[in-house]
């Protein structure tokens, strides 16, 4: 199984970024998938999931609206689009299969 995560850089505040990531290893359009972060020190927390047909989707509450998360299943991927990025979006951002697998994480850095 592989969740490899892209998309992470430097941004300025208010700038977007989208990550993504691909799976290998499993039938992907089985999972729920999700976008979790973390920050050095603090405890990963959830920033968006989907469905395994993504009809369903869900957001911690400070970043919806700004953020959106989709899926090609036919393309073994997940997104999280992220708009209106603010300082303390800075974290690393890990894709997590059906709260069994992860990838590595894509680290974003908000600054100016």
């Known amino acids: 199984v592989q969740l490899v995560e892209s998309g992470g850089g430097l941004v300025q505040p208010g700038g977007s970024l989208r990550l993504s990531c691909a799976a290998s290893g499993f039938t992907f359009s089985r999972y729920a998938m999700s976008w979790y972060r973390q920050a050095p020190g603090k405890e990963r927390e959830l920033v968006a999931a989907?469905?395994?047909?993504?009809?369903?989707?869900n957001y911690a509450s400070c970043m919806k609206g700004r953020f959106t998360i989709s899926r090609d299943n036919a393309k073994n991927t997940v997104y999280l689009q992220m708009n209106s990025l603010k300082a303390e979006d800075t974290d690393v951002y890990y894709c997590q299969a059906g709260s069994v697998y992860w990838g590595r994480g894509t680290q974003v850095l908000v600054s100016s």
């Open positions: 989907s469905s395994s047909g993504g009809e369903v989707t």
